[in-house]
């Protein structure tokens, strides 16, 4: 079964209006959780390093003021797209590290669509 | 840094035929390597994995052994299947930082 979880699966929303996207590992802690954008037919992206406890870790080129992320507890991380635009539309993609990082299990992605 | 280089697609094979596609990798240390499938319309699934120099993993006919001389993690299949069309993503670990490949498309036409 799952081990990582995204809720929502799909979301449409007007542009301009933020959406919260959460990832939850379901029967593991985890203290690391990194989110991915991943455009149509290409690969994913890493966006960011959710650090429980602490700030996330940006890659280059990605807003911090826009992708807001959280790490609120062991289980749960979650990314905002604040001020949401069409541009933004894609499939986001998160993933925790199990058993001493050896393995990332993903969460089935959200797919947002901005109009 | 990290960083991995995939063999670009998009790889059309028939039925049977041997799959390879090539992985290597760019880390200080000793990352994990890792292959993921993402099937159309799916999420991502891990596919193998391998932890250490030398070790070779392998799942539902597919195999990849970890060189770290050659600093390579190529995918391989004796004998794919129509099932098998998917994109592929060749991915490291090393250091709480996670890279992936750009990915391979992969069709089997029976």
């Known amino acids: 079964g799952a081990v990582v979880s995204q809720h929502p699966s799909r979301v449409i929303c007007k542009s301009g209006t933020s959406v919260k996207i959460e990832c939850r590992s379901l029967d593991f802690q985890a203290t690391t959780m990194f989110w991915y954008r991943q455009f149509p037919k290409q690969s994913l992206m890493l966006m960011a390093t959710?650090?429980?406890?602490?700030?996330?870790?940006?890659e280059q080129g990605v807003e911090k003021d826009k992708f807001l992320i959280n790490h609120a507890s062991l289980t749960l991380s979650t990314l905002t797209v604040t001020s949401a635009h069409p541009e933004d539309s894609s499939f986001y993609i998160c993933s925790a590290p199990r058993r001493a990082q050896e393995t990332q299990y993903f969460g089935p992605g959200t797919r947002l669509l901005v109009l | 840094g990290n960083s991995v280089t995939q063999m670009e697609g998009p790889v059309t094979l028939s039925e049977e035929a041997f799959l390879t596609i090539n992985c290597t990798y760019t880390a200080t240390g000793y990352p994990s390597l890792f292959w993921y499938v993402q099937y159309p319309g799916e999420g991502l699934q891990l596919l193998l994995k391998a932890t250490k120099a030398d070790d070779k993993g392998s799942n539902k006919g597919f195999e990849a052994t970890y060189r770290k001389e050659t600093t390579s993690f190529h995918l391989e299949k004796g004998s794919v299947q129509v099932s098998d069309s998917a994109v592929y993503f060749c991915a490291l670990y090393n250091n709480n930082d996670m890279r992936f490949g750009a990915g391979t498309r992969l069709t089997v036409k029976p």
């Open positions: 959710s650090n429980e406890g602490s700030k996330a870790t940006y």
